[in-house]
């Protein structure tokens, strides 16, 4: 069974940073491509970045591009996203995602979800 | 960036109702749209890829249509368990975009 456990959330003060982790289980990690995807309170879903399986290749939304940093170790299964610079408007629920590919590229799909974590921009 | 388009924003509906949820993107996307249902304080679940094509375990009143610009999401018969907010995402092109979402509630 895929599961996909976010942790690293918080409040955070506009200009700090916050690194989000997704601890990876139930499939080969390294075979298959990764995503962040957040939730604002309330709003729509909206794709954030993406990494290749192997870490080689990465893609960022223009919004978050320059201040947010995907990686990932494959030898522990987790994901990460490093936030720097962060600003009100990066408030929401961050999800970490599976994709069905090793690679990130048109029809790379997001299969599976975790369960999200919060993450709170405010002063 | 690809523009996707639901309609309706929301829809009150009875146990039973036949349910037709649409999806409009910007630009042809080659039937690389996917549907996702999200019930409150939950992770999105995957429901239909390559526009038509029902994901394991999905049950067989969920179904999809349409090609180029144009999908259609359809509930045959709605079931308590299936009022929730639904999502439709073009995966053609980077970023991957997602409509804005169709809430179906309890009449």
């Known amino acids: 069974e895929v599961q996909l456990v976010e942790s690293g959330g918080g409040l955070v003060q506009p200009g700090g940073s916050l690194r989000l982790s997704c601890a990876a289980s139930?499939?080969?990690?390294?075979?298959?491509?990764m995503s962040w995807v957040r939730q604002a309170p309330g709003k729509g879903l909206e794709w954030v970045s993406a990494i290749s399986g192997s870490g080689g290749s990465t893609y960022y939304a223009d919004s978050v591009k320059g201040r947010f940093t995907i990686s990932r170790d494959n030898s522990k299964n987790t994901l990460y996203l490093q936030m720097n610079s962060l600003r009100a408007e990066d408030t929401a629920v961050y999800y970490c995602a599976k994709t069905n590919r090793w690679a990130w590229s048109g029809k790379t799909l997001i299969d599976y979800w975790g369960q999200g974590t919060l993450v709170t921009v405010s002063s | 960036d690809i523009q996707m388009t639901q309609s309706p924003s929301s829809l009150s509906a009875s146990v039973g109702d036949r349910v037709t949820i649409t999806c409009r993107a910007s630009q042809g996307i080659s039937n690389s749209l996917a549907w996702y249902q999200q019930k409150p304080g939950k992770a999105p679940k995957l429901l239909l890829y390559a526009a038509s094509r029902l994901e394991s375990g999905v049950p067989s009143r969920f179904s999809g249509s349409g090609s180029g610009t144009d999908y259609t999401l359809t509930i045959s018969s709605l079931q308590p368990e299936d009022f929730a907010t639904y999502y439709c995402q073009q995966y053609y092109s980077t970023p991957q975009t997602f409509g804005q979402g169709t809430k179906v509630e309890i009449k």
């Open positions: 139930g499939f080969t990690f390294s075979s298959y491509a």
